[in-house]
């Protein structure tokens, strides 16, 4: 960091997306000390889709009677505050500096599991060409391209193109996401030739039923993927879907 960076730091300091509060960190380590007694509450989880399971369990009732498309889940927290407001001021009021948090929370958390990532491509969950128009910026790509990956790692965020739809997914139980995320997601013309035989990183903000990561992996494999890793900001227990 240069002399002019360092003092600029000081002299007109950020405030911590998390508790707003003036300082030199876009995360305060006040607020760093509470997520990670957060994640300390997680417990055991599912291999494949990261739900809780019992310490008897190897994997989830309904991975085991029928697995999804992706192979993997990682996330950084549940979809709580204090990291909800952040998420909310990033997509809808356009505090692209929340990206940066996020990431930095990711690098700072998941410090082994990015040392150990092993996937070729990273590509974020696309938006809509509506929803990408009416925000000017797809969050997951905000977040994703500032990883502390290594460098074989190609992050490419438009080699999928997501169809419109009409209906919220918010609004949807976890039937009907799965029925109108069939078909979802094309892929762009050449686009099957970069992905064939390849581990596929894909990268999303919030995970809810699965049913988007499950539609985006079952396309990428279809066109030659041979492993599929879903990274999301947060994942929403079933139980509140």
């Known amino acids: 960091m240069s002399w002019f960076s360092t003092i600029t730091q000081y002299l007109i300091p950020t405030l911590c997306m998390v508790c707003e509060k003036p300082q030199a960190e876009i995360v305060c380590y006040s607020c760093r000390d509470r997520i990670a007694q957060n994640r300390l509450r997680f417990g055991s989880s599912c291999p494949v889709c990261a739900v809780p399971i019992r310490s008897h369990q190897s994997i989830c009732a309904q991975c085991e009677q029928k697995k999804p498309a992706f192979d993997r889940v990682v996330y950084l927290d549940l979809y709580q505050e204090p990291l909800r407001h952040p998420l909310h001021l990033l997509k809808y009021q356009k505090r692209l500096a929340c990206a940066?948090?996020?990431?930095?929370?990711?690098?700072?958390?998941?410090?082994?599991?990015?040392?150990?990532?092993?996937a070729d491509i990273l590509i974020p969950v696309p938006l809509s060409p509506t929803k990408l128009a009416a925000r000017g910026f797809n969050q997951a790509w905000e977040i994703a391209k500032q990883f502390d990956l290594p460098k074989s790692v190609l992050r490419i965020p438009n080699?999928?193109?997501?169809?419109?739809?009409?209906?919220?997914?918010?609004?949807?139980?976890?039937?009907q996401r799965t029925a109108t995320m069939q078909a979802r997601?094309?892929?762009?013309?050449?686009a099957a030739s970069i992905f064939r035989?390849?581990?596929?990183l894909i990268v999303d903000d919030v995970m809810t039923t699965g049913s988007t990561i499950h539609s985006l992996a079952a396309t990428l494999k279809q066109s030659g993927a041979n492993r599929v890793t879903a990274w999301t900001i947060f994942r929403t227990p079933p139980w509140r879907t």
């Open 185 to 190: 997601y094309t892929l762009k013309e050449g």
């Open 100 to 118: 940066s948090g996020f990431a930095v929370l990711w690098n700072v958390f998941h410090q082994n599991v990015l040392k150990a990532c092993d």
């Open 197 to 200: 035989d390849q581990h596929v």
């Open 159 to 175: 080699l999928v193109i997501c169809q419109e739809r009409h209906v919220p997914q918010a609004s949807l139980g976890r039937a």
